[in-house]
């Protein structure tokens, strides 16, 4: 069973920065694309950042351009996990985080973390 379990969320203020983790487990994590999305409420989830596999642990990374230059996204295979390092947070950020895996398998989301920045 996949399990992707999103943690590190919390209040902070304009222009602090907050580190987002994600662990899954019941999969091949190194062969998996693996991103971070968020909704804010009222609207859509929306795209943040992506590690997308090429193979042979390789990855390309993609950010949305609302948070290129502030957001850093890595992961580390050996522990199946997922960060999103978020730097210069602005009260546009306040939503809720999702950790996403996309494979051969199946795309797989986490439960949610709520990130809120306060002005």
């Known amino acids: 069973q996949v399990r992707l379990v999103e943690s590190g969320g919390g209040l902070v203020q304009t222009g602090g920065s907050l580190r987002l983790s994600c662990v899954a487990s019941g999969l091949s994590f190194s062969s998996y694309s693996v991103g971070w999305f968020r909704q804010a409420p009222g609207k859509d989830r929306e795209f943040v950042a992506q590690l997308r596999w090429r193979g042979s642990n390789v990855y390309s990374a993609d950010y949305a351009d609302s948070v290129k230059d502030r957001f850093t996204i890595s992961r580390d295979n050996a522990k199946n996990l997922l960060y999103l390092q978020m730097n210069t947070l602005k009260p546009e950020d306040t939503a809720v985080y999702y950790c996403?895996?996309?494979?051969?398998?199946?795309?797989?989301w986490g439960q949610g973390t709520q990130v809120t920045v306060s002005s």
């Open positions: 996403n895996a996309q494979g051969d398998l199946g795309a797989y």
